[in-house]
C-alpha cells in the first residue's frame, strides 16, 4: 500500500513538469508569432495561397491587389478572381489594365483548376518557358505586354483553346504550336515574328481566328491555309511577304467571316474562287498592288458590311447588280483606276461610307445619293464628276464629312445638306460651285472644318457662319464673297485657320478678332478691307502667320503690346495704305521669319532693332523711308528691299540717287580721272595677282567653270568661301568629306562642307543608278524653308572638289554637346527646347513638304544648336523622297542609318518609311533624357533603347535619368522619357507620327508652339 501511494504521489510530480515545460513552449511559440506574424492565414485555402505567391513574384506600383487580403478565407472575392460556385477553386483570373510588371508570375500554373488566365494590356516582360506549366487553361490572354524571345515551350498546352500573346516584343519564327490541336483562337498581331508562316498552322482544325497582322513575316501566303476549314476570322495585313498572287485556295474557307489582307505584296486580280466566300462580313485588300476589274461576283456578297479596295491599280468600272448587297455600309475603293459613273444602285444601299475619291469617275452624281439613310462619310474627290449635287443632300441622311474636291460640279450648295445637325466636314475645293452659302448653315452647330476655296460662290457669308462655336478652319480664299467680317466671329472660339483671301470683303477688321486666342492664321489678303488694324489683335498669342497685303488698310501700326505676338513668323502687310513709323517693336519678334511692309506710306528711319530679327526675307520697299539703313542691311543681299525710297541713303550703287544731272563738271571730271587711274591700278594688279599667285589663280579658274548655285540672297561670293578653306579651320570629319568654319570678310560665318569625288553614294530603290550625298542633300535642301531645317545658302559642283555651303551653327551638334564638355550648359528647359525643334524639323518633313522626305540618319550628331540653343536638323545626304502615289513605303538595297539608330524592322525589310526616322527620334529622345550614348560597352550587345527598358523594370525612373538634371523637372522628364518610348516601339505600327510627337511634347513643356497648316483634303 505504502509502495502504491508512493508511486501514486510521483506521477503528478511529472505530469506537473511536463505541463510547465509545454506551457512555456507554446509562449515561446506565440512570443515568435507576435515577433513574425505569418505571411498568410492558416485558413485561406491553397489556390489563394499559390495567388498570393504570385503577386508577390511581380510589382504592382498602383497597388491593384490591394484586395488580395491574406486574412481570407477564400480569394473568390479577389479583384480579378473567378471561383468554381461549389469548390470555391479558382477557375479564371483577369487582371487587364492593372499596370502590373515584372516576370510572368508562374505561382498561377499551379492553380489544377485554371481554365482562362487574362493579363492584358500589363508590363510582364519575361519570356514564354514558364507559361508551359499552365497545362490545364484553356483560355490565355498576355497581349499588350512587353514579352519578348521567340514563340516556344508552348506545345505542353494540349488542350488550351484561347491564345492571345498580340502587341508584344516576341521574335524568331512561329513554331511549337502544332501541338495545340484544340486552339480555336490564335492571336499574335504586333509583335517582331520574321521568318515564313509555317505549314504546320493548317494541322490545327478547329482552328476559327488566326490574326498575324503586324510582324516581320516573309514568304508568301501559304495556299495550305486553305485547308483550315473552319476558319472565320483570317487576318494577315502589315506583313513583308514577297510580291506575289493571293492564293486560290482561300475560297475553299467557307466559313469565312473576315479577310484581311491589307498591305500584303498581293498582285495580279482577285481570285474568282473569293466567290464562295458568301459569308463574308469585311473584305480588307486596301494598299496592294491588285490589277483588274472588280468582279461582277462582288454582288453576291450579300452578308458583307465593309469592302476597302483602296490604294490599288483596279481598273474599269463598278459592278453592276450592287443593289443585291442589302448589308454594305462601308465602300472604299478610292485611289485606284476606276472609270465610269456612279451606279444609281450603289447610292441606295444602306451606306455608312462611300469612299471613291482618286479614280477617274465621271458623269454625273446620282440623285439616289440624298435618300441613303445611313450615309454619313462621301469622299468622292479627285475625280472628273460633274453636275449639281442633289438639292436633297443630307435631308434623309447623318452626313458627317462631304468631300467632293477638284471634281467638276457646279450650282449650289444643298440648303439642307446639315438638316440632321451632326456634320463636321464640308470640303467643296477646287469646283464650280455657285450662289450663297446657305443660311441653314449658320444654324450647324457641329461644323468643325469649312472649306470652299476655289469656287464661283457669292455674297455675303451668313451672320452664323461667322460665329460658328466648334469650327476650327474657315477657308473662303479665291471666290467672289462680299459684304463684312461680322463682329459675331467673337462667338467662333475654337477657329483657328481664317482663310479669306482673294474675294471683295469690304470694310473693318472687327475688333472681335482679338478674342480668337486659338487662332493661328488669319489671311484675308486681295480684297477691300479698310480702316485701321485693330489694336486688339495683339492679343493673338497664339497667331502664326497674318497676311492683309491688298487692301485699304490705313493709319500706324498700334503695337504696343507687340509682346503677345510672340509666335508670328510670316508678316505681310504690303500694298496697303499703312503710314508712320514701322514699329520697333518689331524687332522683338522671337521668330519672325518673313517681314513684308512694302508699297505703303511707312515714313521715318528703319529702326534699328530689326536687327535682332532673323529674317529670310525682308520688303520695306516703295514707302517714304528715310535715314541709313541700319548696318545688317546695308549689302547687296537686302538691295532690293529697300528700293522706292527716295530718303534712304547708303553706299549700295544704285539704291540711292548719289549724284544729280545739275552736279558741277569738275566733278565729273575728278570722277573720270579717278576711274582712269582705277584702271591702271588695277591692270597692274591682275599681272601681279598672276605673277604672285599661280595657284590661287588655277584655283579660280577652275570654279570659275563650276556650277555655283544660291537657294538663297547672298552676301558673299563662292570664289571668296573656296580660298579661305584650309586645314586649321576644320571642325569635322565624316565618310563624305569635312567641314569648315569659313569667316568671311563681312564678319559672316558660314560651315563649308567639303566633299570629294570618292563620297558615300546614295543608291536608288531599284538598286541601279546612284546619286552621291552631293546631290541628295542639294535636291532636299535646295527647296526647303523652315526654322528647325539647317539652311543650305548655296553649293558648287567643280567636278573634282564639292562645296556645299550651310548657315554656321555655333554650339555644334546636340551630340557634341551630350558628350562633351559642354554638357553643363544642356539643363532640362534647353534639352526640352532642342527636343520640340527637332521634331518640328521632322514633322515638317514628313508632313509638309510635297513629296515627304524622309530622313534616313536622324541622331543627335545631325542636330545642329546655334547660340541660342535652337535646334535644326541636318545632313540630308541619304534622304530619300517618298515618291510614289499612294505608296507609303519604298524598299532600298542598302542600310542607310547610323548603328544605334536603326529601326528594327528596317534591318530586315530595307523599306523606306517615316516610322524609322520615328525610331531614329525616339533614340534622340532617350539620349536627351538619360544624357548617355546610343552605344555603349555598358549596354554589351544591346542599346540605349534595351538598356532603358531593362533599367525601368528592374531599377525604375531615377537610375535612368541624367543625374546631372534638376530633381524639380522629374514628372516632366518622366513624360517626355514616355514619348521616347512609344517612339522606340518594337512594332512600327504602333509608333506615333512626327506631328502627334510634337503635339506630345509640346504638352508637356513649355517650348513655344508653331503650327504649320496642312492643306490637303483630310
Known amino acids: ?38 505571411r498568410f492565414s492558416l485558413s485561406l485555402t491553397q489556390d489563394g495561397l499559390f495567388l498570393l505567391e504570385a503577386r508577390s513574384s511581380i510589382s504592382d506600383p498602383q497597388n491593384s491587389l490591394s484586395s488580395w487580403n491574406p486574412a481570407a478565407s477564400t480569394p473568390c472575392q479577389w479583384r480579378g478572381v473567378t471561383c468554381n460556385n461549389h469548390s470555391a477553386a479558382v477557375i479564371a483570373i483577369d487582371l487587364s489594365y492593372s499596370f502590373l510588371s515584372g516576370p510572368f508570375p508562374a505561382a498561377l500554373c499551379r492553380l489544377p483548376s485554371l481554365s482562362s488566365l487574362n493579363l492584358s494590356y500589363n508590363l510582364i516582360n519575361s519570356t514564354l518557358s514558364a507559361v508551359s506549366l499552365c497545362r490545364s487553361l484553356l483560355h490565355l490572354d498576355l497581349s499588350q505586354n512587353a514579352l519578348v524571345g521567340p514563340i516556344d515551350s508552348l506545345a505542353a498546352l494540349t488542350s488550351l483553346l484561347h491564345l492571345d500573346l498580340s502587341q508584344n516584343a516576341l521574335v524568331g519564327p512561329i513554331d511549337s504550336l502544332a501541338a495545340l490541336t484544340s486552339l480555336r483562337y490564335l492571336d499574335l498581331s504586333g509583335n517582331n515574328l520574321s521568318g515564313e508562316i509555317p505549314e504546320t498552322l493548317a494541322a490545327l482544325p478547329h482552328l476559327e481566328t488566326l490574326n498575324l497582322v503586324s510582324n516581320l513575316l516573309t514568304g508568301t501566303i501559304p495556299a495550305s491555309l486553305g485547308n483550315l476549314t473552319s476558319l472565320k476570322r483570317l487576318q494577315l495585313a502589315y506583313n513583308l511577304f514577297k510580291p506575289g498572287p493571293m492564293p486560290s485556295e482561300l475560297g475553299k474557307l467557307g466559313n469565312l467571316e473576315t479577310l484581311f489582307l491589307a498591305l500584303c505584296n498581293l498582285q495580279g486580280p482577285i481570285p474568282d474562287t473569293f466567290s464562295n466566300l458568301v459569308n463574308l462580313t469585311s473584305l480588307d485588300l486596301s494598299q496592294n498592288s491588285i490589277t483588274g476589274n472588280i468582279p461582277q461576283w462582288f454582288t453576291r456578297l450579300t452578308r458583307v458590311t465593309q469592302i476597302e479596295l483602296y ?507 551630350l558628350q562633351g564638355s559642354k554638357k553643363s550648359l544642356l539643363d532640362w528647359p534647353k534639352r526640352c527646347k532642342i527636343a520640340v525643334d527637332a521634331a518640328e524639323g521632322l514633322s515638317y518633313l514628313h508632313h509638309d513638304c510635297v513629296p515627304p522626305i524622309v530622313h534616313r540618319d536622324v541622331k543627335s550628331n545631325n542636330i545642329l544648336v546655334d547660340e541660342d540653343f535652337a535646334a535644326k ?12 502615289a499612294g505608296q507609303g513605303t519604298e524598299s532600298m538595297s542598302v542600310i542607310a542609318g547610323s548603328y544605334g539608330y536603326i529601326a528594327p524592322e528596317y534591318a530586315y525589310t530595307l523599306r523606306v518609311t517615316e516610322k524609322c526616322d520615328i525610331y531614329s527620334f525616339g533614340v534622340v529622345i532617350l539620349e536627351l533624357v538619360t544624357g548617355r550614348p546610343p552605344i555603349d560597352t555598358e549596354y554589351g550587345e544591346n542599346g540605349l533603347v534595351k538598356w532603358v527598358s531593362s533599367a525601368l523594370e528592374h531599377e525604375g525612373v531615377d537610375h535612368v535619368v541624367d543625374p546631372t538634371l534638376d530633381y524639380r523637372f522629374r514628372e516632366e522628364i518622366s513624360k517626355v522619357l514616355s514619348v521616347g518610348l512609344q517612339c522606340t516601339s518594337s512594332n512600327p505600327i504602333t509608333r506615333p507620327t512626327m506631328r502627334k510627337v510634337v503635339k506630345m511634347l509640346r504638352e508637356v513643356t513649355a517650348v513655344p508652339k508653331r503650327t504649320s497648316v496642312n492643306d490637303g483634303n483630310e
Open 873 to 884: 536638323v541636318a545632313d540630308f545626304g541619304v534622304a530619300k523622297m517618298v515618291t510614289k
Open 311 to 817: 490604294q490599288n491599280s483596279l481598273s474599269g468600272e463598278l459592278p453592276r447588280g450592287m443593289s443585291k448587297m442589302t448589308s454594305l455600309k462601308l465602300f472604299d475603293a478610292s485611289r485606284n483606276e476606276l472609270t465610269g459613273t456612279i451606279p444609281t444602285e450603289l447610292c441606295e444601299l444602306p451606306l455608312q461610307s462611300l469612299n471613291l475619291f482618286e479614280n477617274k469617275l465621271e458623269g454625273f452624281l446620282p440623285g439616289a445619293i440624298a435618300r441613303s439613310p445611313n450615309l454619313s462619310e462621301l469622299k468622292l474627290f479627285s475625280n472628273r464628276l460633274i453636275g449639281t449635287l442633289p438639292s436633297d443632300l443630307g435631308s434623309n441622311s447623318p452626313l458627317n464629312h462631304i468631300d467632293v474636291s477638284y471634281n467638276r460640279f457646279y450650282g449650289e450648295i444643298p440648303a439642307n445638306i446639315c438638316r440632321r445637325g451632326q456634320l463636321e466636314q464640308l470640303i467643296l475645293i477646287y469646283n464650280s460651285f455657285s450662289g450663297e452659302i446657305p443660311e441653314s448653315l449658320g444654324k450647324c452647330k457641329s461644323l468643325m472644318r469649312v472649306r470652299l476655296r476655289n469656287n464661283n460662290l457669292s455674297g455675303s457669308v451668313p451672320e452664323g457662319v461667322w460665329s460658328l462655336p466648334r469650327l476650327h478652319l474657315l477657308e473662303l480664299l479665291e471666290n467672289h464673297f462680299s459684304g463684312h467680317i461680322s463682329k459675331a466671329i467673337s462667338g467662333s472660339s475654337s477657329l483657328s485657320n481664317l482663310l479669306l483671301s482673294n474675294n471683295r470683303f469690304s470694310g473693318s477688321i472687327p475688333g472681335e478678332i482679338g478674342l480668337l486666342d486659338n487662332l493661328v492664321e488669319f489671311a484675308a489678303s486681295n480684297n477691300n478691307l479698310s480702316g485701321q488694324i485693330p489694336g486688339s489683335m495683339v492679343k493673338l498669342k497664339q497667331l502664326v502667320n497674318l497676311d492683309l497685303s491688298s487692301n485699304n488698310l490705313s493709319g500706324d501700326l498700334n503695337f504696343g503690346g507687340i509682346g503677345y505676338l510672340s509666335k508670328v513668323t510670316d508678316l505681310n502687310l504690303s500694298h496697303n495704305r499703312l503710314d508712320g513709323n514701322v514699329p520697333s517693336e518689331l524687332g522683338s519678334f522671337p521668330v519672325l521669319n518673313y517681314l513684308d511692309l512694302s508699297w505703303n506710306n511707312f515714313s521715318g528711319e528703319i529702326p534699328l532693332q530689326l536687327q535682332n530679327l532673323r529674317l529670310s526675307e525682308l520688303n520695306l520697299s516703295y514707302n517714304q523711308l528715310s535715314g541709313d539703313i541700319p548696318p545688317l542691311y546695308a549689302n547687296a543681299k537686302y538691295k532690293t528691299s529697300f528700293i522706292g525710297n527716295p530718303g534712304l541713303c547708303s553706299h549700295l550703287p544704285g539704291l540711292c540717287n548719289s549724284y544729280s544731272r545739275n552736279k558741277n563738271w569738275r566733278h565729273t571730271w575728278i570722277l573720270w580721272s579717278i576711274f582712269v587711274l582705277a584702271g591702271v591700278v588695277f591692270i597692274i594688279g591682275v599681272a601681279w595677282f598672276y605673277l604672285r599667285y599661280r595657284k590661287v589663280k588655277k584655283l579660280k579658274k577652275r570654279l570659275c567653270t563650276s556650277s555655283w548655285k544660291s537657294f538663297h540672297k547672298l552676301q558673299f561670293s563662292g570664289l571668296e568661301v573656296a580660298k579661305l578653306l584650309n586645314e586649321a579651320n576644320v571642325i569635322g570629319k565624316g565618310a563624305s568629306g569635312k567641314v569648315y568654319k569659313v569667316v568671311l570678310s563681312n564678319g559672316e560665318v558660314v560651315a563649308v562642307k567639303k566633299m570629294s569625288v570618292g563620297a558615300p553614294k546614295k543608291v536608288d530603290e531599284n538598286g541601279g543608278s546612284r546619286k552621291d550625298e552631293f546631290d541628295a542633300e542639294v535636291e532636299a535642301l535646295g527647296r526647303i524653308r523652315h526654322k528647325n531645317i539647317v539652311r543650305l545658302w548655296c553649293c558648287c559642283n567643280s567636278g573634282n572638289d564639292k562645296l556645299l555651303v550651310f548657315e554656321y551653327m555655333p554650339n555644334g551638334s546636340l551630340g557634341d554637346l
Open 1 to 38: 500500500m505504502q509502495i502504491q501511494r508512493k508511486n501514486r504521489n510521483k506521477r503528478p510530480l511529472r505530469t506537473q513538469h511536463i505541463s510547465i515545460f509545454g506551457r512555456m513552449f507554446v509562449f515561446f511559440l506565440f512570443f515568435l508569432f507576435l515577433l513574425s506574424p505569418p
